[in-house]
C-alpha cells in the first residue's frame, strides 16, 4: 500500500530550538495537509498545499511556524523557535483530485520540547 | 459554516456488543462524510465515507449512512471486538477539494 511518510517520528528538543518535520506525500497526490494533534484541541489544520502552492495557512502561528513544499515529493513544517506548548504530535496527509476518496495520513511527528 | 458534533467519550463496550457514535454535521452546501479511525500511536486511516444523501458507507462490518433530513452519519458495528478499541473521528469535505473538517473524536474501549 501507498504511504505518507513522516520523519522523525518523535522529536525531543529544548526551548528555543529549530524544529522541521518532514512528509513525503504519496506519489502523484496534489494536495498536502498539516494537523497538529492534542488532547485539549483535537485536530488543528495548520495549513495546506494544492499543487506545491500554499493554500491557507491561517491555522499557523505565522511568527515561529512555516510551511513549505519545495518540491512535489517533499514538505516541510519548521517551528523556530520552539515553545513547549508546540508539544504535539504534527501529521501530514495527502490525497489528489476533489479530497472525495479521502485523504491518507501519515504515522506522525510526535514532538516535545522540554 | 462547516462542523462536525460526535458524541462525547470514552465509551466502553463488552466484546459483542452493538456500537453507535452519533455524528451530525452542519454544512453549506452537499459535504462528502467520511468516518476515519485512530489506532495508539499511528495515524488516521480511513474507515468508510459517502458522497450523497442516502449512500450507505461500510467497512470491516461498520457502516454508516448519509441522512441529509437530519444532517447525520453515524456509525454502528453490530458486534464490536477487543481490536475494535481505538479513537473514532467523524468528518466532512465540501466537494470542493477543500479541508477536512473533524469531530473531537470518540474513544471506544472494548473489553473481553
Known amino acids: 500500500d501507498a504511504r505518507v511518510t513522516q520523519t522523525p517520528r518523535h522529536k525531543v528538543t529544548e526551548m528555543g530550538q529549530e524544529v522541521t518535520m518532514r512528509c513525503q506525500p504519496i506519489l502523484g497526490h496534489n494536495t498536502v495537509f498539516w494537523y497538529r494533534q492534542t488532547m485539549m484541541q483535537g485536530l488543528e489544520l495548520l495549513a495546506y498545499f494544492r499543487n506545491r502552492a500554499p493554500l491557507d495557512d491561517s491555522g499557523m502561528p505565522k511568527d515561529r511556524f512555516s510551511a513549505e513544499m519545495p518540491d512535489a515529493t517533499l514538505a516541510t513544517l519548521k517551528i523556530q523557535p520552539s515553545e513547549p506548548r508546540d508539544s504535539a504530535v504534527y501529521f501530514c496527509?495527502?490525497?489528489?483530485?476533489?479530497?472525495?476518496?479521502?485523504?491518507?495520513f501519515g504515522s506522525g511527528t510526535r514532538l516535545t520540547v522540554v | 459554516g462547516n462542523s462536525v458534533t460526535q458524541m462525547e467519550g470514552p465509551v466502553t463496550l463488552s466484546e459483542e456488543a452493538f456500537l453507535t457514535i452519533n455524528c451530525t454535521y452542519t454544512a453549506t452546501g452537499y459535504p462528502s462524510l467520511f468516518w476515519y479511525v485512530q489506532y495508539p500511536g499511528e495515524g488516521l486511516q480511513l474507515l468508510l465515507k459517502a458522497t450523497k444523501a442516502d449512500d450507505k458507507g461500510s467497512n470491516k462490518g461498520f457502516e454508516a449512512t448519509y441522512r441529509k433530513e437530519t444532517t447525520s452519519f453515524h456509525l454502528e458495528k453490530g458486534s464490536v471486538q477487543v481490536s475494535d478499541s481505538a479513537v473514532y473521528f467523524c468528518a466532512l469535505t465540501q466537494n470542493t477539494g477543500n479541508q477536512f473538517y473533524f469531530g473531537t473524536g470518540t474513544s471506544l474501549t472494548v473489553i473481553p
Open positions: 496527509a495527502s490525497g489528489s483530485g476533489t479530497g472525495w476518496n479521502g485523504y491518507t
